[in-house]
């Protein structure tokens, strides 16, 4: 699988994003996909993962300010971002998690939120 990130840019404290990953390959059967982060000097973080039943888990600094979804017809995970601010900055992963083997990742897109 395949996983191209894209949507990244910069924007004001308090403005919105919207992340998109396209898929490519078998995906039919998954665990999750989701995005993970990585702000400078800091660990790649996850924020936000959906199961391939629908279910979906955020961090808890991101409750209540995103929303990841699925578009199936288009083979693409989505990451709403809203109230966005300065500690939102970082590259954002987007990852397919198979049912069996090793996980796929994007290749990472660039968010630049200024206070």
């Known amino acids: 699988v395949q996983l191209q990130a894209f949507g990244g840019g910069w924007v004001q404290a308090g403005g919105y994003l919207r992340l998109s990953c396209k898929f490519s390959?078998?995906?039919?059967?998954?665990?999750?996909v989701g995005w993970y982060r990585q702000a400078p000097g800091k660990q790649r973080e996850l924020a936000a993962i959906?199961?391939?039943?629908?279910?979906?888990n955020y961090a808890n600094f991101v409750k209540g300010r995103f929303a990841i979804s699925r578009d199936n017809s288009k083979n693409e995970l989505n990451l709403q971002m809203n109230s966005l601010s300065s500690e939102d900055t970082a590259v954002y992963y987007c990852y397919f998690q198979p049912l069996i083997g090793r996980s796929s990742w994007g290749q990472g897109t660039l968010v630049t939120v200024s206070s």
């Open positions: 959906i199961t391939n039943s629908g279910n979906t």
């Open positions: 390959g078998n995906i039919k059967n998954f665990l999750s």
